[in-house]
């Protein structure tokens, strides 16, 4: 084990707190059923008309999965049967063809992503006939400046599966591996050899993947700090460029799977914050940066060069190098952000299934934001991808006086800087190292809806 050194374990328990993951603002709970398929189209006309109509980055969500991993919170839906991916497929190019007619074909595709459930649960030639279909109605940007990644699960993968997908034109995957110990993966209900986790990662790299990312969570059933540091040090050495390690959210009154989890098992609050703090020690001084809260890339990774360059973005995909632009969300339970609106699919396979067939789009709920929304979902966006709130810049972009407009979230943000989590300057909000760790805590204080969310018992996962 690394030698750690000591850690503000007192603190991070105190501010340990349910809360958002700010991939979108205003987030889920706000969204509305009143927002459907003809609000999607005037958001989409409007967003058209724009005076320079923005790029566009796509979301394609597979839900299957062909095995029931106990901590996932996931939309999903379990099944081995692969019959029902090319049905699912073929309505995946409906949807397209629906959506793409929705905007100027002149709007270029900078990124595109494969999420789930597990998107390998299709075949490469399914998937390769996806991307196809998505090439034939939006105009891609030229690969080397576009972004075509894709979740993958090692454990239903082949190196020549990583062949055929970046000859179909990946070049970025994302590998859950979750963690390489055995008492954990049985805890879980995920067996995963690590020889064929490695495997995979080295032909992600032979093959020219132009980006290999790995998924690791804490806190899970049967962890332990030996266990935990042993699968740090064996990914470590497979030198991926960007590792996510994710706090285990243990939700069972949500997430039915999870409820076949022992909660004796769990790791108590305090080898939680030892674990996260494992991991911090460990990727730091293997040279990976701290991207913000779970996430950490190479110095010279794409991720850690916007944000050197103050052009990292954060949407339902996470970290990402496109700040600018529509994100069209395809699939059950995506979720679409296009112009002042944000909208969700619906999560149930078979209400999707009826809308493409009907066909009409398939959205569930969503809202238009307000002037309001607009301006904290800045704020939020540039705290949680560059740590810091410029404050000249916000008050030119939005025409307001910042210590009047936020009067009420520079007090909560008070106690946060007596405790060292943000230094609060004329110009600027920081976030300190520590509390980069706790981004989530610090974008609370400027969400709208947060305190009402949390007297009405909304839940979320925790922040730590």
């Known amino acids: 084990m690394p030698n750690v050194p ?41 967003s058209n008309g724009d005076p320079i109509p923005g790029r566009l980055s796509l979301y394609v969500h597979v839900p299957f999965c062909s095995n029931p991993c106990f901590h996932c919170g996931c939309n999903r839906v ?55 279909d998505l090439r034939d109605h939006f105009r891609f940007s030229p690969a080397a400046e576009g972004d075509i990644s894709i979740d993958l699960d090692p454990r239903e993968l082949t190196p020549e599966d990583v062949a055929e997908l970046v000859d179909a034109g990946f070049n970025r995957a994302s590998l859950g591996v979750v963690d390489l ?14 020889e064929t986790t490695l495997t995979i990662i080295d032909a992600c790299h032979r093959h020219g993947m132009r980006s290999v990312d790995v998924e690791l969570i804490y806190g899970l059933p049967k962890q332990t700090l030996e266990g935990f540091a042993r699968t740090l040090h064996t990914l470590i050495a497979a030198r991926p460029h960007r590792l996510a390690v994710y706090s285990y959210a243990h939700l069972p009154e949500q997430f039915r799977p999870q409820r076949q989890i022992r909660t004796e098992d769990l790791p ?57 632009g529509d994100l069209i969300g395809l699939g059950v339970s995506a979720v679409s952000r296009i112009g002042d609106s944000v909208s969700q699919n619906t999560c149930e396979l078979s209400d999707w299934e009826r809308a493409i067939d009907q066909p009409r789009l398939p959205v569930w709920r969503g809202l ?88 009405a018992g909304a839940r979320y996962p925790r922040t730590a």
Request: net charge negative; proline share 8%; aromatic share 8%.
């Open 6 to 46: 000591p850690f503000p374990t007192e603190l991070l328990r105190r501010y340990d707190r349910p809360g958002p993951r700010y991939t979108s603002y205003p987030t889920e709970p706000q969204f509305s059923t009143g927002f459907g398929p003809a609000q999607l189209m005037e958001a989409a006309q409007q």
């Open 78 to 132: 379990i099944t081995r049967d692969r019959s029902r991916s090319e049905p699912y497929r073929t309505r995946l190019g409906r949807e397209i063809g629906m959506m793409a007619g929705l905007f100027d074909p002149d709007r270029e595709v900078v990124q595109l992503h494969f999420g789930g459930g597990t998107p390998n649960f299709l075949t490469p030639a399914q998937l390769h006939a996806t991307l196809q």
């Open 181 to 194: 110990d055995t008492s954990v993966q049985d805890a879980v209900n995920r067996g995963q050899d690590p």
């Open 268 to 324: 108590s609050p305090e080898l939680k914050l030892e674990l996260l703090q494992l991991a911090v020690q460990s990727l730091t001084n293997a040279g990976y940066v701290h991207i913000g809260m779970d996430h950490f890339a190479l110095p010279d990774d794409d991720l850690a060069l916007a944000q050197s360059r103050g052009g990292l973005h954060r949407n339902v995909m996470g970290y990402t190098t496109h700040a600018d």
């Open 368 to 455: 238009r934001l307000t002037p309001d929304d607009q301006l904290r979902s800045d704020v939020i966006q540039r705290l949680m991808c560059q740590g810091e709130v410029p404050i000249d810049a916000i008050q030119r972009a939005h025409g307001i006086d910042f210590a009047q407009y936020f009067a009420d979230s520079l007090r909560r943000l008070e106690p946060l800087q007596d405790d060292g989590l943000v230094w609060i300057e004329p110009e600027r909000i920081v976030a300190t190292p520590v509390g980069r760790l706790m981004l989530r805590v610090i974008a609370m204080c400027f969400d709208a809806y947060a305190p009402h969310l949390q007297a």
